[in-house]
Nanobody, 120 residues
Framework: QVQVMESGGGLVHAGGSLRLSCAAS????????MDWYRQAAGLPRELVASSRRGGSINYADSVKGRFTISRDNAKKSVYLEMTSLKAEDTAVYLCHVYCTEDKWQWGHYWGQGTQVTVSS
């Protein structure tokens, strides 16, 4: 089985910073995507930052220059450093992992989410 766990969310004032962490565990042979999504109340889920095994990284326009995604393949972990936080960043942040346990069958796995609240 594969498990995905996020941590690091909380309450912060506008202009502050937070660092989110996500770790995948289980009998994982290989991971391709490790991504961060967010879903604000009443709005669709959106991709905020994406990373792939080969090193490619992409950000949503709304977070470019403020958020940094990084990855530790040995620890099967991905991180999201958030700075200059705005009220609009308030959302549940979810970690998405695309991986395989047996080399052939790949699947999507999601964490439970961690709440980030930015007060103004």
């Amino acid at each position: 089985q594969v498990q995905v766990m996020e941590s690091g969310g909380g309450l912060v004032h506008a202009g502050g910073s937070l660092r989110l962490s996500c770790a995948a565990s289980g009998s994982i042979f290989s991971i391709d995507h490790m991504d961060w999504y967010r879903q604000a109340a009443g709005l669709p889920r959106e991709l905020v930052a994406s990373s792939r095994r080969g090193g490619s990284i992409n950000y949503a326009d709304s977070v470019k220059g403020r958020f940094t995604i990084s990855r530790d393949n040995a620890k099967k972990s991905v991180y999201l450093e958030m700075t200059s936080l705005k009220a609009e960043d308030t959302a549940v942040y979810l970690c998405h992992v695309y991986c395989t346990e047996d080399k052939w069958q790949w699947g999507h796995y999601w964490g439970q989410g961690t709440q980030v609240t930015v007060s103004s």
